[in-house]
């Protein structure tokens, strides 16, 4: 399980998150990251996230997924992923993960393979937006 504190829960998070953060997409997953403001008030890209918070990961799957038993297994696959990776994220950071039709048939480790490969293109993409200001 994911802490209480490193979940996503507001609906106006998610919109903040999907309208102005930065995406990365695999085979059966994308990914939304939304920067924290910086000590001077910069931000890795658009937003308006604290950076004294602990990184926050939401989880969007549709019915296109599946059944509900189908789309909360994928939740709870995705979940159990993600508990591992926090402590790779940047504090105060939203990450929305969204999952394609093809997770709920995914085996775990193309799963979690997915899963690095997104957010690896993402944290990448921060370290360059960073590195420019």
């Known amino acids: 399980m994911l802490p209480q504190q490193s979940r996503m829960r507001r609906a106006e998070d998610f919109r903040r998150v999907l309208r102005t953060g930065r995406r990365a997409g695999g085979s059966v ?15 890795g890209t658009s937003g308006e996230v604290p950076s004294g918070d ?32 926090l402590a790779s994220l940047p504090r105060g950071c939203l990450l929305v993960l ?27 993409r921060q370290v360059g937006v960073l590195r420019q200001e």
């Open 29 to 43: 997953l994308t990914a939304h990251l939304l920067l924290p403001v910086g000590p001077d008030g910069t931000v």
């Open 54 to 85: 602990p990184a926050k990961v939401g989880f969007v799957v549709s019915r296109a997924v599946g059944s509900a038993v189908v789309r909360n297994r994928v939740k709870r696959r995705l979940r159990e992923l993600m508990r591992g990776r």
């Open 98 to 124: 969204r999952a394609h039709p093809a997770a709920a048939s995914a085996r775990q480790a193309d799963l979690a393979a997915d899963l690095d490969l997104v957010t690896g293109r993402l944290l990448r």
